[in-house]
């Protein structure tokens, strides 16, 4: 959707203001702002535009309006503007990322807990493989009546087996045709490119052993997708100091059932593709319990060919700016600690008066 400049100004203002009061923002909130000339009736008639693009809601009989999602992601796509840490930001990052060469894990873990900290929102930190790993060889043994062994071997030099318990009867020869059905259909494939179309033609040519079919696909999938390291997510009680959870058990009690180290395993952006920092607002989440919050992640490289993702989970209502500035310092510190495996360095700030997130 086009918006004008006055719609843009309104909408980003409204964003601004709700962000620091949480309290429903009217057109008088606005015209008060230094930077904008237009009457409160102006104001008033481009709110009412925006409540009809879908950019803004009206909660209960308030005059106010609040952003929707779809206004929280316009902001975040063409409104908002960099946030530029101060020095007392800056000397309290640095602080926190003087860290001590330790196990992988365990610092992996320390990071996370330091920027829920430092932004004051639940935090994880997950590291994954960049590159994605593909399907290269199958066979199939007979491990005794009844059962089966599956081996896969992936790209990245993993092999993974499963031991399979046969739901039909099926010969040594039915097993040789599907391992040579799975290796000429199915090798230098990812995750995605397994479809139901796919899954259809095997099971087609597979003869005898077709039943086994789904059960292969499965296994595969579940290998190819488990491109990432232990999740750590720390802070999940800091959501209780927002205003949106002071007052509201129920809600907060959804998302902290709904928020742990397997909501985030299956977050669809665990491995950004799209740039370094990557935004889910409300309803983009994964689960419809997490409809009110929304997920920023920042990437890092870590080395070997792994990159760490940290992340903050809050409402919806976050300060974007102030917490990708934040996310920022610390993916960038983070990769020249992993790449020289010692102590991240401590940028000079040459201004004397602020540090940019570049």
């Given at each position: 959707m086009e918006l004008t400049d006055r719609q843009k100004q309104i909408l980003r203002a409204i964003v601004d203001i709700y962000v620091s009061t949480a309290e429903p923002v009217g057109s008088k909130a606005i015209a008060a702002l230094p930077d904008v000339c237009y009457s409160s009736a102006t104001i008033r008639n481009e709110m009412a535009d925006l409540t009809q693009m879908g950019l803004l809601e009206q909660p209960h009989t308030s005059a106010g309006r609040i952003p929707s999602p779809a206004g929280y992601r316009l902001?975040?796509?063409?409104?908002?503007?960099?946030?530029?840490?101060?020095?007392?930001?800056?000397?309290?990052?640095?602080?926190?990322?003087?860290?001590?060469?330790?196990e992988f894990d365990k610092m992996m873990s320390q990071v996370g807990k330091l920027v829920s900290k430092m932004t004051d929102l639940p935090a994880y930190t997950v590291a994954t493989r960049r590159n994605e790993a593909v399907t290269k060889h199958f066979d199939l043994i007979m491990a005794g009546p009844g059962s089966i062994i599956l081996v896969l071997m992936l790209s990245d030099d993993q092999v993974r087996n499963k031991l399979i318990k046969l739901p039909v009867a099926v010969t040594e020869a039915d097993l040789k045709l599907l391992a040579a059905v799975l290796n000429a259909s199915m090798t230098d494939l990812t995750a995605e490119q397994i479809?139901?179309?796919?899954?259809?033609?095997?099971?087609?040519?597979?003869?005898?052993?077709?039943?086994?079919?789904?059960?292969?696909?499965?296994?595969?999938?579940?290998?190819?997708?488990?491109?990432?390291?232990?999740?750590?997510?720390?802070?999940?009680?800091?959501?209780?100091?927002?205003?949106?959870?002071?007052?509201?058990?129920?809600?907060?009690?959804?998302?902290?059932?709904?928020l742990d180290e397997d909501m985030i395993s299956n977050l669809p952006a665990v491995l950004p593709k799209d740039g370094p920092v990557q935004f889910l607002v409300g309803p983009e989440n994964v689960a419809k319990e997490l409809k009110d919050t929304s997920v920023v992640m920042m990437r890092f490289d870590i080395g070997e060919g792994m990159q760490g993702t940290i992340g903050v989970v809050g409402p919806t209502r976050m300060d974007y700016a102030k917490i990708t500035a934040k996310l920022g310092y610390f993916a960038e510190n983070l990769g020249k600690m992993f790449q020289k495996g010692g102590a991240a360095t401590q940028p000079a700030l040459t201004d004397g008066t602020d540090a940019s997130n570049k």
């Open positions: 902001y975040i796509d063409e409104l908002m503007q960099d946030y530029r840490l101060s020095l007392d930001e800056t000397k309290s990052l640095n602080e926190a990322l003087e860290l001590k060469s330790q479809n139901a179309e796919l899954l259809e033609k095997i099971t087609r040519t597979a003869g005898a052993a077709s039943a086994l079919v789904p059960l292969v696909i499965d296994f595969t999938l579940e290998c190819l997708r488990q491109q990432h390291g232990d999740v750590h997510l720390t802070g999940q009680m800091r959501l209780l100091g927002q205003p949106e959870y002071k007052d509201a058990a129920e809600k907060a009690q959804e998302v902290f059932e709904t």
